[in-house]
């Protein structure tokens, strides 16, 4: 049965129109998956877990061809609003199902994004005000283990198509769900410290529920060394050009042309190389960028303990939310709510954002991970958390939620683009840097040092998966073909990453191949969108009324974007 037939009483054909199928299609989601219903801050009353298995998988699938099919059967319209959220709705649906029905959903075990993160993310989004807040999060660790066992049938039935995770992926996960359960720190692990707030009455059902989760990721890690990982020798880390080009759709929203996108990151890799010569020699006289680099470190402003660095990165955007409202950007009742937290252990290495409920009763959140450091050099910092929270993450997705009924909710939520947000914030830190808010050479060498991990992202990614050729004019290993070995020397020479985030990022991009490149291509999209409404403009143009326009348009994918934007 088409699940769209029968709501409300029954739909009639004049009903179907499209924002009407995407908002339809949100809901029948967030009924059937916790993972989604938890984001949006919906059916909170919910305790299930993700169901990870194979026919879970297929559910999803069946929601999204029953959500395409309504979609055909829609009355035509002209109405540009109905066009804009229907080539959405289509565009991610097919891009979704292609990923499905090409099996890459076996093969999904990676450092980031992997469908069991959900299954501790989760409780991140939870409310815990009451007692009865407390008892959905027992009857949600109690849920844990048969999602894992869920997840387990994927990856078996994985093994038997012969599509499986690279060993380095497993390595990787292996290596978080092990500090998940504390084994690393001889501690007790992440459940049994996120339960130590819960009420006194629902103690012992708390503890014990933490601690059977924590024994179920054990045993699933435990599974993983000693069946799935042998099972994996073998298969290589680069996924080849048809499985990177469809999963660089899903990530993009566009049709790329990788090659041309390989050759002119070197061009922007050759522009940002000279720039950040001059911005070293501003930090330390005669210096090398890594030598600069490392006299900040060193020696530059840092921040000590993790409860300081957390309050350090709140006053960031704070001070960002005061000097942009009402200038740049109207920043208007629950938008201004953000918060700076320290990710949890086992978490991949990359700083994230986390965005708020659609009502807003929990907020967007930066994170980010220590990885059992207690000094921060605040040099890379400052761009990032413009990244990660204001001007960027927070501002547009928090944004959204605020248009959300003028739109509909599947362009603010389940529509969302990678590319797009990601291109948004890297457009967010160029865009502080153009109004003066990184002129300090420390921080403006972490923004030039961010911008280049992008475009180094865009050379590696593409790079290692189609094992394309280093340009003769590279200045690095010229005419060899990329591999991960080859990468991570790349990173260590042009970015001042330490040796555990380096790592981190080249599994990440391994893993998820098609993602990494969107945050310097979708800036790319942003800042040619905003040019040509300059020009088109003209004297005209205002710059904070293009920003509100741009923030409240929701979600398109790059094949869209720069020429909606340039017709704002």
Not at 56 to 79: K, N, V, W, Y
Not at 270 to 279: D, Y
Not at 313 to 332: K, N, P, R, S
Not at 394 to 410: E, G, I, P
Request: aromatic residues 8%.
């Amino acid at each position: 049965m088409n699940p769209y037939e029968g709501q409300n009483g029954g739909m009639s054909d004049e009903l179907k129109t499209p924002r009407r199928i995407a908002d339809d299609y949100v809901e029948l989601v967030a009924a059937a998956d916790p993972a989604t219903s938890a984001r949006l801050g919906l059916h909170l009353d919910d305790d299930r877990q993700p169901d990870l298995s194979p026919e879970g998988f297929e559910a999803a699938a069946d929601l999204a061809r029953a959500a395409l099919a309504a979609l055909d059967a829609a009355p035509t319209t002209t109405d540009p609003a109905e066009l804009a959220c229907a080539r959405l709705l289509r565009e991610r649906l097919t891009a979704e199902l292609a990923v499905q029905e090409a099996g890459d959903h076996f093969r999904q075990l990676r450092n980031t994004g992997s469908p069991f993160h959900q299954l501790r993310g989760i409780f991140t989004m939870m409310p815990t005000a009451t007692e009865e807040d407390w008892a959905v999060v027992a009857g949600r660790l109690r849920n844990l283990p048969g999602a894992l066992d869920g997840y387990r049938a994927t990856l078996v039935e994985g093994i038997a198509r012969g599509l499986l995770s690279a060993p380095r992926q497993v390595e990787a996960v292996i290596g978080q769900l092990t500090a998940w359960t504390g084994e690393d720190v001889g501690g007790a692990g992440w459940f049994a410290e996120f339960v130590a707030d819960g009420p006194e009455r629902l103690r012992s059902e708390l503890d014990g529920t933490a601690r059977r989760a924590t024994a179920a990721v054990s045993e699933f890690r435990d599974w993983l060394r000693d069946t799935y990982a042998p099972a994996a020798e073998g298969t290589p880390d680069a996924v080849g050009r048809e499985h990177y080009l469809r999963s660089a759709r899903y990530w993009t929203g566009a049709d790329l042309d990788v090659d041309e996108a390989y050759a002119w990151a070197w061009s922007e890799f050759h522009r940002m190389v000279a720039q950040m010569r001059v911005e070293a020699d501003q930090v330390l006289s005669g210096s090398t960028v890594l030598e600069a680099m490392g006299h900040l470190n060193e020696h530059g402003h840092a921040v000590k303990g993790e409860e300081a660095i957390r309050d350090w990165l709140q006053q960031v955007m704070d001070e960002a939310i005061d000097a942009l409202d009402g200038v740049h950007f109207d920043i208007l009742g629950p938008v201004r709510a953000v918060e700076s937290r320290i990710a949890p252990p086992g978490s991949a290495a990359a700083p994230y954002y986390a965005g708020p409920s659609l009502d807003f009763s929990r907020p967007g959140r930066t994170y980010l991970p220590t990885l059992g450091r207690e000094s921060f050099p605040t040099w890379q910092l400052v761009s990032t958390w413009y990244h990660e929270g204001v001007p960027g993450h927070h501002l547009q997705l928090a944004q959204w939620n605020v248009v959300a009924d003028r739109l509909s909710r599947y362009q603010v939520t389940l529509g969302k683009i990678s590319a797009n947000v990601e291109g948004w914030a890297l457009y967010a830190e160029r865009l502080m840097d153009e109004l003066g808010f990184l002129t300090d050479p420390a921080n403006r060498l972490g923004y030039l040092d961010k911008q280049m991990l992008r475009i180094i992202r865009v050379i590696i990614d593409i790079g290692m998966h189609l094992e394309l050729a280093i340009p003769a004019d590279s200045g690095f290993h010229p005419g060899e073909r990329w591999t991960p070995l080859l990468a991570t020397e790349f990173m260590a020479t042009y970015h001042g990453s330490p040796a555990k985030r380096r790592a981190s990022e080249i599994d990440r991009y391994l893993g998820r191949p098609g993602q990494a490149i969107g945050y310097k291509l979708g800036e790319r999209a942003w800042l040619r969108g905003r040019a040509a409404a300059e020009q088109r403009h003209g004297a005209a143009f205002d710059l904070k009324s293009w920003h509100m326009k741009a923030l409240s348009q929701g979600s398109f994918g790059l094949d869209d974007l720069a020429d909606n934007l340039a017709g704002l």
